[in-house]
């Protein structure tokens, strides 16, 4: 069964600071990864995607790595700024098939 | 081109009610998932419609029951609700085979109160 793991479940920055969002998953034979933002009350919002076959995924002041062989992945964000505060959320995927997600990483980003 | 919507926004049911839950797929997805998001946790896997057929379900009570619709829509309905289904419910949708990548979009969610 796949587990999926985020540490921190909470982090605070002050505004300005490069930050680091881990993501760990038990079963590495996965297809793809999916970071994404949560606000509070809200759906989800596609951040990165990145498939089995590639390493990392660049946008914007965001980088998403994958490791498969470990069973990790990073979401660096560049020069935090309060409008990402949310919870950021990975999921890992088989193919055309379900999402497994970790319970999040709450970031607040003090001005 | 049009997102995932979802509606309705909010619902506040009783105990031992019936509900349905209603998503529109981006234009093009054939495929169509629900989760279910308990506060504080991540979404978790209720079930997956691909081309009107399940393709797939989580571990959660023949009471959740799905429909696909001809033009990918999908309904979610729950019967004999019950308080711990208080939650965001979140449907996606997905191109698929379409491009090989199997990106999952979400929609605004329809949080579900029962008292």
């Known amino acids: 069964k796949q587990e999926v793991t985020q540490i921190p479940a909470a982090l605070s920055v002050p505004e300005g600071e490069n930050l680091v969002l881990n993501c760990s998953f038990t079963d590495s034979a996965i297809y793809n990864l999916q970071w994404f933002r949560q606000d509070p009350g809200k759906g989800l919002t596609s951040l990165l995607l990145?498939?089995?076959?590639?390493r990392e995924q660049t946008s914007g002041r965001l980088n998403a790595s994958l490791d498969k062989s470990s069973g990790r992945s990073t979401l660096y964000i560049a020069a935090s700024q309060p409008g990402d505060s949310a919870t950021y959320l990975c999921?890992?995927?088989?193919?055309?098939?379900?999402?497994?997600f970790g319970t999040g990483t709450r970031l607040t980003i003090i001005p | 081109e049009t997102g995932v919507t979802q509606s309705p926004t909010h619902l506040i049911k009783t105990r031992g009610q019936q509900v349905t839950l209603r998503c529109s797929s981006q234009s093009g997805h054939n495929t169509v998932s629900w989760y279910q998001q308990a506060l504080g946790q991540g979404p978790q896997f209720i079930f997956q419609y691909y081309r009107e057929e399940e393709n797939g379900r989580g571990n959660f009570p023949p009471r959740f029951s799905g429909l696909q619709f001809p033009n990918y829509s999908s309904e979610l309905n729950v019967n004999a609700l019950e308080l711990d289904d208080s939650a965001l419910y979140l449907c996606?949708?997905?191109?698929?085979?379409?491009?090989?990548?199997?990106?999952?979009?979400f929609g605004p969610g329809t949080r579900l109160t029962v008292t």
């Open positions: 996606a949708s997905s191109p698929g085979v379409r491009t090989g990548s199997y990106e999952q979009y």
């Open positions: 999921a890992v995927g088989f193919g055309n098939e379900k999402l497994t």
């Open positions: 990145i498939q089995s076959s590639q």
